[in-house]
């Protein structure tokens, strides 16, 4: 068993190297990651304001035994969740594809 014994060119080389690969890929930028928040936020936000409108509206032109808002606004969430989630899983994707735009 023979150990190759490093050269102080072979470590510089290999700082080299390294250096050069988190030039070209510097990774995750902290923006990004406040853009995800705002996205899955408003992901959820858009879907439940708009259903308590629109049970609101219902609510006065149809009148039931339930209060359409409060379906609504859960319906609106549900909804929300399923949009914030499928948008978490296509960005992850991506992520682990390499294909960051």
């Given at each position: 068993?023979?150990?190759?014994?490093?050269?102080?060119?072979d470590?510089?080389?290999?700082?080299?190297?390294?250096l050069?690969?988190?030039?070209?890929?510097?990774?995750p930028?902290?923006?990004?990651?406040?853009?995800?928040?705002?996205?899955i936020?408003?992901?959820?936000a858009?879907?439940?304001?708009?259903g308590?409108?629109?049970?609101?509206?219902l609510?006065?032109?149809?009148?039931?035994d339930?209060?359409?808002?409060?379906?609504?606004?859960?319906?609106?969430?549900?909804?929300?969740?399923?949009?914030?989630?499928?948008?978490?899983?296509?960005?992850?994707?991506?992520?682990?594809?390499?294909?960051?735009?």
């Amino acid at each position: 068993m023979t150990q190759k014994r490093r050269t102080p060119e072979d470590e510089i080389g290999r700082r080299a190297r390294r250096l050069k690969k988190a030039r070209e890929s510097p990774g995750p930028s902290p923006l990004r990651g406040l853009g995800a928040f705002g996205m899955i936020g408003w992901s959820i936000a858009v879907p439940t304001v708009g259903g308590a409108f629109l049970g609101l509206w219902l609510d006065r032109t149809m009148p039931q035994d339930f209060p359409w808002v409060l379906a609504l606004i859960l319906g609106g969430v549900t909804l929300g969740g399923f949009i914030a989630w499928a948008w978490i899983g296509r960005e992850s994707r991506e992520e682990e594809d390499g294909h960051d735009d």
